[in-house]
């Protein structure tokens, strides 16, 4: 283990759980049916009782709101209808004063199209030109000369929307309201890391770095494979992990991270990041970021046509998946563990079961599994109540722009509406942006409005309030594994082991940290499984399960696991059996 390495061992963060809040969702405190910062500081002892050491924020910045937030038109200051920045200030001192820390969300590999510099930048003598992808038509003057190159967008459709204004077309990765900054340019990546000095000097500690993998595109913008049937290529391989990105993500630091040593948490959201990558990217040598959010266990379920052609899981691929990420940063780096964010379906609706017979259950079961990898657990407001994906009816309903266009390009592909629907339904983002569920009133407790859009109507059952004056509930559950994390060294630092990586019903593994030995049992099925334990498990001591009345495996070789079952045994060694 190398020096530096063995520094980052007492990072505070390796220690934390992190708790999102989407800002829309969460707490409406003035009526609109937006939830707002004013909200969310109504609600803080709802994270303090959970026990969680972090709220990050999604984006409340500025914004037209073509893709809720993450298109910003300002990054120093707060959109109105989230408040104004004394409502942040007063939002920062609340969290702080429970001994929590807060992590804003971080967008700069593209702003909103209404941002001054991007309205700058359409000037072609303007200064600000090259802080973004400008280019010309790649056949000729006008836009019939087409798009520099074949990409296609994240949102459908081309990667690339002609400016009369310059005559020439613009790159945006997303939807055609967030232009990608280009960050060959010194100037812009200067004022981004002063805006980011900006925020830490206002006291937020840390950030949540959107899609930061792709901000390195290789300058030559090269066309892409074609993708499948449609017209568009995949320019992945010029921007996913692009030429520089290390380099600007080390530039970032000595800019910005370096001068608040030990304090801060920084997670970079990396779409299609490899094992090998990330880890470059967390060794705390190289000075980058403390972690990365990867994808590969949440693209498990996508089929041939993507994610909006799911199919279902195999456990034994999840656990594979995560073995391998566990085994790759285990010397070096470190992993982030979620299941759920505001871009992810509902966990106990995508991997568990929904039903009211097991909704409790599979829930608590899946929190139980990922919470006791190692890596530090990221909760996304609601999963803590195992909230469920909502039952959309038409395509009305859904209010996403990844949704929105996906569904009018797969209809003007003659693609079959209900089949799209399913596709929405069981994948959509909106799955994740219905309101938060207080209580059982009309408005769920998030709103006295008219809510942007419908609370589930689950929440007449599925809520917080009810959810606490009930020991055995998903929340409960939550706060049993936080507080664990936080009393037990074995969850933080222990080493993991996979067991029956060929089982297609029960995920099982150890953890192994100085003559501490946790092992864990998850049942990912509705039936019961019987399993045969090794003996030196027959008499550990059980210390999580969301069984109530299950006790410590019987003295014999089986034991069997009800449907849906989680249980996480303890031994030390030398311990005498009792
Ligand atoms: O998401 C990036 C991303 O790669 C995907 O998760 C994306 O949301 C989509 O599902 C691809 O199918 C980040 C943000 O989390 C997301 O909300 C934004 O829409 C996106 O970047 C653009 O800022």
């Excluded at 470059?280 to 996508?302: G, I």
């Excluded at 969301?546 to 989680?566: F, I």
Aim: net charge negative; proline share 8%.
């Amino acid at each position: 283990m190398t020096g530096s390495v063995s520094s980052e061992d007492g990072a505070w963060w390796r220690s934390a759980v992190v708790y999102q809040v989407y800002p829309r969702s969460f707490a409406d405190s003035d009526g609109d049916g937006i939830g707002d910062l004013d909200g969310i500081t109504g609600r803080l002892d709802h994270l303090a009782e959970l026990g969680v050491d972090v709220l990050w924020l999604s984006p409340v910045y500025p914004s037209p709101q073509a893709d809720n937030g993450y298109d910003i038109s300002d990054y120093q200051d707060i959109d109105p209808l989230f408040g104004d920045l004394a409502a942040f200030d007063r939002l920062l001192a609340a969290v702080h004063g429970r001994g929590m820390r807060l992590v804003m969300d971080l967008v700069v590999n593209h702003t909103s199209d209404r941002h001054p510099w991007f309205q700058e930048s359409r000037d072609p003598a303007s200064p600000k030109r090259s802080w973004y992808w400008w280019r010309p038509p790649r056949g000729g003057a006008g836009a019939g000369g087409g798009a520099p190159n074949n990409w296609g967008s994240f949102f459908s459709g081309p990667a690339w929307t002609y400016d009369e204004a310059g005559g020439a077309y613009y790159l945006h990765l997303f939807s055609s309201r967030q232009p990608d900054l280009n960050w060959e340019e010194p100037a812009m990546r200067h004022a981004v890391y002063a805006m980011m000095r900006w925020w830490l000097e206002r006291g937020v500690d840390g950030f949540r770095m959107d899609v930061v993998n792709l901000i390195s595109k290789d300058p030559a913008l090269p066309d892409g494979p074609l993708r499948g049937d449609g017209p568009q290529g995949d320019g992945s391989p010029s921007y996913v992990c692009g030429p520089r990105v290390h380099d600007h993500l080390q530039e970032m630091h000595r800019e910005v991270f370096a001068h608040h040593p030990g304090r801060l948490l920084t997670v970079g959201e990396m779409p299609g990041v490899t094992v090998e990558q990330a880890r470059l990217f967390t060794d705390p040598a190289r000075a980058e970021v403390d972690m990365v959010f990867q994808f590969e266990h949440v693209s498990l379920d996508h089929g041939p046509g993507g994610k909006f052609d799911p199919r279902p899981l195999r456990l034994t691929d999840l656990k594979a998946s995560l073995a391998r990420w566990q085994e790759g940063l285990a010397a070096t780096g470190w992993n982030s563990l979620y299941w759920s964010n505001h871009d992810q379906p509902r966990i106990v609706s995508r991997f568990g079961d929904d039903g009211p017979l097991h909704r409790v259950r599979s829930a608590t079961m899946l929190a139980t599994v990922l919470h006791l990898h190692r890596g530090t657990p990221f909760v996304y407001q609601g999963e803590e109540l195992g909230m469920a994906n909502a039952p959309f009816a038409s395509i009305g309903d859904f209010r996403d722009i990844e949704s929105l266009n996906h569904h009018a390009q797969a209809l003007a592909a003659g693609e079959d509406p209900e089949r799209v629907l399913r596709g929405l339904r069981a994948m959509g983002r909106d799955n994740a942006r219905t309101p938060m569920q207080w209580d059982a009133s009309p408005g769920a407790g998030f709103t006295t409005g008219i809510p942007w859009i419908p609370v589930n109507p689950d929440h007449t059952t599925v809520n917080a309030a009810a959810a606490r004056s009930d020991p055995h509930s998903v929340y409960h559950h939550y706060r049993r594994l936080i507080a664990l994390r936080h009393s037990e060294p074995a969850v933080v630092h222990g080493d993991f082991t996979l067991l029956l990586p060929q089982d297609e019903r029960v995920y099982a593994f150890t953890r192994s940290h100085r003559g501490t030995t946790l092992l864990v049992l998850g049942n990912f099925t509705g039936g019961s499984v019987r399993l045969d334990l090794p003996p030196q498990w027959w008499q550990a001591g059980r210390i999580l399960g969301n069984v109530p009345g299950t006790d410590p495996a019987e003295p014999g070789s089986a034991t069997v696991l009800a449907p849906w079952e989680a249980r996480v045994l303890r031994r030390t060694e030398g311990a005498t059996a009792r």
